[in-house]
T-cell receptor
């Protein structure tokens, strides 16, 4: 029973356009959400996070939006660059330490 | 910079062998985690530890055990390796201070069990 779901296994976007990666969760007790990026043969690296008391957090080209009523969050990358091509994992936290991860979305940015 | 290192990048073992995967972090972090990553399933938590000598089961602990004798080192043990344990194994650590803690990951160990 997956508590964090990323329903799109892959996404292909043209360089310069917006990439939107989506994530849904089922447990309303999650109070912190994170996005990680993973390149092949490397460990995931932290990208951006958002607390459940906010609905938006922005860091340069990356913005995360949280819709608590819909139990949905999304990561926007604008503009997308070829170096953004990676697997993106959504994660959620209950206790501040343990994370529950989604299955990941492979993003391909075409030049 | 936080550094999490894992003892091997690639490992090939035979069914029934006992396998040790080692993880070391250099930032004095309290928390350490072991995950496995499989296509379509994302990262699944095997075991975690919030302190030396402490361990707790994650979501898929069956067939695994762990050891944390020192704060910086967290070992994952496959008591008798099976082919369904072929996977990418990722170790992570976090500080444990404050309310929410980013996890820092090692590069992973690609384990193949024949």
């Amino acid at each position: 029973d997956q508590q964090v779901k990323q329903n799109s296994p892959s996404l292909s976007v043209q360089e310069g356009r917006i990439s939107i990666l989506n994530c849904d969760y089922t447990n309303s007790m999650f109070d912190y959400f994170l996005w990680y990026k993973k390149y092949p043969a490397e460990g995931p690296t932290f990208l951006i996070s958002i607390s459940s008391i906010k609905d938006k957090n922005e860091d340069g080209r990356f913005t995360v939006f949280l819709n608590k009523s819909a139990k949905h969050l999304s990561l926007h990358i604008v503009p997308s660059q070829p170096g953004d091509s990676a697997v993106y994992f959504c994660a959620a936290s209950l206790d501040g330490n343990k994370l529950v991860f989604g299955a990941g979305t492979i993003l391909r940015v075409k030049s | 910079d936080v550094k999490v290192t894992q003892s091997s990048r690639y490992l090939v073992k035979r069914t029934g062998e006992k396998v040790f995967l080692e993880c070391v972090q250099d930032m004095d972090h309290e928390n350490m985690f072991w995950y496995r990553q499989d296509p379509g399933l994302g990262l699944r938590l095997i075991y975690f530890s919030y302190d030396v000598k402490m361990k707790e089961k994650g979501d898929i602990p069956e067939g695994y055990s762990v050891s944390r004798e020192k704060k910086e080192r967290f070992s994952l043990i496959l008591e008798s390796a099976s082919t369904n344990q072929t996977s990418m194994y990722l170790c992570a650590s976090s500080s444990g201070q404050g309310r929410h803690n980013e996890q820092f990951f090692g590069p992973g160990t690609r384990l193949t069990v024949l």
